[in-house]
């Protein structure tokens, strides 16, 4: 019994942790700085991986996909086929699932190391709310972040992909960006994946937080706690995605 009541029991504690940090947002100059360094942190420090595997992956897209449009003589439309892939579906959940593998465990390692090393009981004896000083932060960044690293991987993918079609296989460059242009819709595709990245980039961070909050104070709480952020992360990421791609479709 207990193994079916043990994650509800943990996915009702880690909403009531969301309640408790977003009970702490003052909007005052410490707490915007605070969030400023954290999205420097997970999110700037995240862009060197996030663009070169945008544009590599841009590259892969182009090169399957004119293997499979040669076959319809529709080689042209790659640019429509590898748009619409990466704004709806491959740029948010792509992103999303490098963020939990690069910032995510970093979050909660950080976090697990200051519960190990006494570090939170500190600042509850000194009356400071470690949720606010130290989670909200890092969940803050977490939701700027992603939508942002998921815009530069889109534009990194599309580089990839002119690289190759234009560049490698020789294809028509104003009928590459005249599909490109007529073909993705700014609300339907752009700001779609937008959306579904807040979604993806406010659940890892969350996780990876409560995750490391609640930490056991050891060397392999730690450890376990940063492999259940990954694990949980990519599977809550890929149902999201099928859930929004459901309504939003």
Known sequence: MERFTGPISQAGQCVL??????AGVRFSGSQVLTVLQQTYLIGARSLVIIMICGFFVGMVLSLQAIN?????????????L?????FRELGPVLTALLFAGRAGTSI??????????NQIEAMELMAID????IALPRFAAGVISVPLLTALFNALAILGSVVFSIGVMDLDAGIFWSK???????????????????????????????????????GSGVGTATTNTVVLSSVLVLIFDFIMTSFLT
């Not at 942790?17 to 977003?22: A, D, I, Y």
């Open 17 to 22: 942790f969301l309640f408790r940090m977003l």
């Open 68 to 80: 499979a449009l040669e076959q319809f003589g529709a080689s042209d439309q790659v640019s429509l």
């Open 82 to 86: 590898v748009g619409k892939s990466l």
């Open 108 to 117: 909660t390692a950080e976090i697990g190391l200051m519960k190990a090393t």
């Open 130 to 133: 470690p949720i606010q000083r």
């Open 180 to 218: 490109l242009q007529t073909g993705i819709y700014f609300e339907q595709d752009f700001l779609g994946g937008l959306w579904k990245s807040v979604v993806f980039g406010g659940t890892i961070s969350l996780i990876a937080v409560y995750f490391g909050y609640s930490a056991k104070p050891t």
